[in-house]
């Protein structure tokens, strides 16, 4: 195994024989914080602060009385969600059908104890529904600091109020760990921050944001974000890295002050920027004009914008499937296709039929294609937000056709591009078939267009994306040339949620692609939202169908994509696809 000045190591021997449950990395009850951790490049479901406990020595004084049960059942009777905390409905009885459901707290009514949660449909359609505590189950707290109900606030110690996250940046990857003191690691992800918006790397930026870098710092000009943000996608039309900066706090005066200073000459930015700076102002979208400026947001930039200004619905949900849009234009239909600036190697067009889901496909520009890489993106992200690092990953196989397709929009943690809905048990298996069912498509497709066999064939996924990827990867007809994993589960077969299949009868029954496949596994080592273990579970399994796996663990990564994971990959490309 080779060793970036040890940067990476085995999985197994991190974490021998770890076992983890799929859905611990994602659910935790109302006393428990969510942990956290520096990280760099990272995926998009978000946390925020704990809810407030009323304070023990409250409950101390008032139950001098009363007996330990009594105590034990005030207090659970009496504890607290924020609004905006997203919750799961969980043991009713007279309306069974909404056990599972997930919502979001909006109200609370202290006459009759009941929270307001508000459910998004199928459809997209919202309706809100009255339930008591002890009918909810916490899944993820309330972004920010959100007005609780006023009988809490009342009996909330101060010294049990939410304090700010302290966070710490993840080490450079080929860097030895050293101890950082919080204004060094400010600077870094300062610094970090201006380099991903400058190039554009949405990917990169959502990451560093996520992993608390300062939407309102400034560029290495000196310029404010926001405003760099602004000019870079001024010519191009796009606004996702402005919206990823104001969804992530970034304070919109600091574009509409100076737009305002320049009234009556030439605007210093674009008609859209200053309309979307507005709509954050006053987090809302009234006009038909700033609905539209909101509509041409790539998908990922989307999902953060729409949970940061919290949008009522109905949503569009779904979209049309990848190799539907990619039929579509050689049928003549009306495809929304944008040529984007080439690589040296590869011509690049996104292709979209609805804006829901689009496509990203990177075609060698001097050759016909012989092999095919299809690289599925994580939670809240898209087909763009990949676009950085594929072209990164493309340099060295210029006769690689790359394919990045969309996930349909889902309610998963909110309304956004999502494979599958992690946080409902009942759906997995079922969304995991339709992804599977879409990807086989895509992969006959474009297959049979360029005369490429499965054996020329690499899936690749990060973090959920890499449980699709991996799920259809085991289940083709012939096995493909290889399988890429980057910070995902894969599939936890030991959790028992990825399907019925995983739960019966031995892997040569249905995991007809698994023997003798080829993997490689990245994954980081600080990674708290899909820990290590889940890494470690992925491979024994993965070994036992019969996979060839070399798996990787990154010091200094977190739920991310580094330098050195890219480069692994490169040359793991080279052999598998030459």
Same mark, same amino acid.
Request: net charge negative; charged share 20%.
């Given at each position: 195994?080779?060793?970036?000045?040890?940067?990476?190591?085995?999985?197994?021997?991190?974490?021998?024989?770890?076992?983890?449950?799929?859905?611990?990395?994602?659910?935790?009850?109302?006393?428990?914080?969510?942990?956290?951790?520096?990280?760099?490049?990272?995926?998009?479901?978000?946390?925020?602060?704990?809810?407030?406990?009323?304070?023990?020595?409250?409950?101390?004084?008032?139950?001098?009385?009363?007996?330990?049960?009594?105590?034990?059942?005030?207090?659970?009777?009496?504890?607290?969600?924020?609004?905006?905390?997203?919750?799961?409905?969980?043991?009713?009885?007279?309306?069974?059908?909404?056990?599972?459901?997930?919502?979001?707290?909006?109200?609370?009514?202290?006459?009759?104890?009941?929270?307001?949660?508000?459910?998004?449909?199928?459809?997209?359609?919202?309706?809100?529904?009255?339930?008591?505590?002890?009918?909810?189950?916490?899944?993820?707290?309330?972004?920010?600091?959100?007005?609780?109900?006023?009988?809490?606030?009342?009996?909330?110690?101060?010294?049990?109020?939410?304090?700010?996250?302290?966070?710490?940046?993840?080490?450079?990857?080929?860097?030895?760990?050293?101890?950082?003191?919080?204004?060094?690691?400010?600077?870094?992800?300062?610094?970090?921050?201006?380099?991903?918006?400058?190039?554009?790397?949405?990917?990169?930026?959502?990451?560093?944001?996520?992993?608390?870098?300062?939407?309102?710092?400034?560029?290495?000009?000196?310029?404010?974000?926001?405003?760099?943000?602004?000019?870079?996608?001024?010519?191009?039309?796009?606004?996702?890295?402005?919206?990823?900066?104001?969804?992530?706090?970034?304070?919109?005066?600091?574009?509409?002050?100076?737009?305002?200073?320049?009234?009556?000459?030439?605007?210093?930015?674009?008609?859209?920027?200053?309309?979307?700076?507005?709509?954050?102002?006053?987090?809302?979208?009234?006009?038909?004009?700033?609905?539209?400026?909101?509509?041409?947001?790539?998908?990922?930039?989307?999902?953060?914008?729409?949970?940061?200004?919290?949008?009522?619905?109905?949503?569009?949900?779904?979209?049309?499937?990848?190799?539907?849009?990619?039929?579509?234009?050689?049928?003549?239909?009306?495809?929304?296709?944008?040529? #984007?600036?080439? &690589?040296? $190697?590869?011509?690049?067009? +996104?292709?979209?039929?609805?804006? @829901?889901?689009?496509? %990203? *496909?990177?075609?060698?520009?001097?050759?016909?294609?012989?092999?095919?890489?299809?690289?599925?993106?994580?939670?809240?992200?898209?087909?763009?937000?990949?676009?950085?690092?594929?072209?990164?990953?493309?340099?060295?196989?210029?006769?690689?056709?790359?394919?990045?397709?969309?996930?349909?929009?889902?309610?998963?943690?909110?309304?956004?591009?999502?494979?599958?809905?992690?946080?409902?048990?009942?759906?997995?298996?079922?969304?995991?078939?339709?992804?599977?069912?879409?990807?086989?498509?895509?992969?006959?497709?474009?297959?049979?267009?360029?005369?490429?066999?499965?054996?020329?064939?690499?899936?690749?996924?990060?973090? #959920?994306?890499? &449980?699709? $990827?991996?799920?259809?990867? +085991?289940?083709?007809?012939?096995? @493909?040339?290889?399988? %890429? *994993?980057?910070?995902?589960?894969?599939?936890?077969?030991?959790?028992?949620?990825?399907?019925?299949?995983?739960?019966?009868?031995?892997?040569?029954?249905?995991?007809?692609?698994?023997?003798?496949?080829?993997?490689?596994?990245?994954?980081?080592?600080?990674?708290?939202?899909?820990?290590?273990?889940?890494?470690?579970?992925?491979?024994?399994?993965?070994?036992?169908?019969?996979?060839?796996?070399?798996?990787?663990?990154?010091?200094?990564?977190?739920?991310?994509?580094?330098?050195?994971?890219?480069?692994?990959?490169?040359?793991?490309?080279?052999?598998?696809?030459?």
């Amino acid at each position: 195994m080779r060793d970036l000045s040890g940067a990476q190591e085995s999985i197994p021997d991190l974490v021998p024989g770890g076992r983890v449950n799929g859905r611990v990395a994602f659910k935790w009850k109302s006393g428990r914080q969510a942990n956290t951790g520096g990280q760099g490049y990272r995926a998009a479901a978000d946390e925020g602060p704990a809810p407030i406990r009323i304070a023990e020595d409250i409950w101390q004084a008032r139950s001098a009385d009363k007996g330990p049960d009594m105590v034990q059942s005030q207090k659970s009777t009496n504890e607290s969600y924020g609004g905006g905390a997203m919750v799961e409905l969980t043991g009713l009885q007279s309306t069974q059908d909404l056990n599972g459901r997930i919502g979001i707290i909006r109200d609370f009514d202290p006459s009759t104890t009941r929270y307001t949660v508000e459910l998004i449909e199928e459809d997209g359609s919202t309706r809100n529904v009255l339930v008591r505590q002890a009918n909810i189950d916490l899944l993820c707290p309330p972004e920010e600091s959100q007005d609780l109900p006023k009988e809490a606030q009342a009996q909330a110690s101060p010294a049990q109020k939410p304090q700010a996250k302290q966070t710490t940046k993840s080490e450079p990857v080929r860097a030895a760990p050293v101890a950082e003191e919080p204004s060094q690691t400010a600077a870094s992800l300062a610094s970090e921050l201006a380099n991903a918006v400058e190039s554009c790397n949405l990917f990169q930026v959502q990451a560093l944001l996520r992993d608390r870098a300062d939407p309102n710092g400034r560029s290495r000009a000196d310029v404010p974000l926001l405003m760099e943000a602004a000019s870079a996608t001024r010519g191009s039309g796009h606004l996702d890295l402005l919206a990823l900066l104001l969804g992530w706090r970034a304070d919109p005066e600091t574009l509409l002050n100076r737009e305002r200073r320049h009234k009556g000459t030439r605007a210093a930015f674009s008609s859209e920027a200053v309309a979307l700076c507005q709509i954050f102002q006053k987090k809302d979208a009234e006009s038909d004009e700033e609905r539209a400026v909101l509509s041409t947001l790539e998908p990922g930039a989307l999902a953060q914008a729409r949970r940061q200004l919290k949008l009522p619905g109905p949503f569009a949900m779904g979209g049309t499937s990848p190799a539907s849009c990619l039929q579509a234009q050689h049928d003549g239909l009306e495809v929304h296709c944008e040529e #984007m600036e080439a &690589t040296s $190697a590869h011509r690049l067009w +996104l292709y979209s039929l609805d804006r @829901l889901r689009p496509v %990203l *496909l990177m075609r060698p520009s001097g050759c016909q294609p012989t092999a095919l890489m299809v690289f599925l993106h994580g939670l809240f992200q898209s087909a763009q937000m990949l676009e950085c690092m594929v072209r990164d990953l493309s340099s060295s196989l210029p006769h690689v056709l790359f394919v990045m397709p969309t996930a349909p929009t889902r309610d998963a943690w909110g309304v956004g591009p999502a494979w599958f809905d992690h946080t409902r048990s009942a759906k997995k298996a079922e969304s995991l078939e339709a992804c599977r069912t879409e990807l086989l498509a895509l992969l006959s497709s474009q297959g049979q267009e360029w005369g490429i066999p499965p054996e020329r064939v690499v899936l690749a996924g990060f973090s #959920m994306g890499g &449980t699709v $990827a991996a799920w259809t990867a +085991l289940q083709v007809p012939r096995c @493909l040339a290889g399988l %890429l *994993l980057f910070g995902t589960e894969g599939l936890s077969f030991t959790g028992g949620w990825a399907s019925p299949k995983t739960l019966c009868g031995s892997g040569s029954e249905w995991a007809t692609g698994a023997d003798g496949l080829q993997v490689l596994q990245c994954h980081g080592r600080e990674d708290t939202l899909c820990p290590l273990g889940f890494a470690t579970t992925c491979t024994d399994e993965l070994r036992k169908l019969g996979c060839s796996v070399r798996s990787l663990a990154f010091r200094g990564v977190g739920h991310a994509l580094s330098f050195d994971m890219l480069e692994e990959a490169k040359l793991w490309l080279q052999q598998r696809i030459p």
